[in-house]
């Protein structure tokens, strides 16, 4: 089941300084393609619409990215996640082909094991006054979904705080939901954490 009510947006404008001097996105695994390649093709099992955010002189093809993947240029991605955040969600917003779209799903570009279900249970929540994120084992993860709502705020972020203080901000219209899923924490930071991915052994249906 796929949806276009959520826009999926995946962060891969970061400088990933932790995984050393290979570009992360492009690291090898057990995935077809690149790192970046493989947790696009995650989001996209779940949601019709989605957007990849690159810095302003990726060359997606070098990152194992299709030439008709939608792309959000960050330009001051050196500043953060926060600055990146802000540009992407000016961006979603000005987009006449997502006027209808009620939420978005923001996703990691190093972040490959979400399962299938958990990102539809997710879509089948979300709507556009509330804040939803994945629980495993009492541990927040990824995607955020962020209504619609909250969209003309994430536009003024900057920095590398993202969007934690507008989550605090909002206790009312902030929802947690436990999911049967590790790969919601699973993010590839350094090369030592590619040996803790196994290969997937298909999603359980919900």
Same mark, same amino acid.
């Given at each position: 089941m796929h949806s276009e009510r959520v826009v999926a947006v995946i962060m891969a404008a970061g400088s990933?300084?932790?995984? %050393? &001097? &290979?570009?992360?996105?492009? =690291?090898?695994?057990p995935w077809e393609g690149t790192l970046l390649g493989a947790s696009l093709a995650k989001a996209r099992e779940a949601f019709a619409c989605h957007r990849v955010v690159l810095r302003r002189r990726d060359d997606p093809a070098c990152l194992g990215l299709a030439d008709d993947t939608p792309l959000i240029r960050a330009t001051r991605a050196e500043h953060g *996640? %926060?600055?990146? *955040?802000?540009? =992407?969600?000016a961006a979603l917003s000005q987009d006449p082909s997502l006027a209808d779209v009620q939420a978005a799903a923001i996703l990691l570009g190093d972040m490959p094991t979400i399962r299938r279900d958990t990102l539809l249970h997710l879509q089948r929540l979300a709507d556009a006054e509330h804040i939803l994120r994945p629980c495993h084992a009492g541990r927040p993860g990824h995607p955020v979904l962020f209504g619609r709502a909250f969209w003309a705020a994430l536009t003024c972020l900057d920095g590398d705080a993202g969007a934690r203080r507008l989550i605090r901000q909002h206790p009312e219209r902030y929802r947690e939901f436990e999911v049967d899923d590790p790969g919601i924490l699973l993010d590839i930071d350094t090369p030592a954490d590619l040996k803790r991915i196994t290969p997937p052994d298909g999603d359980a249906t919900r």
């Open positions: 990933s300084r932790r995984f %050393g &001097e &290979e570009d992360k996105r492009r =690291a090898s695994g *996640l %926060g600055a990146s *955040l802000a540009e =992407a969600f």
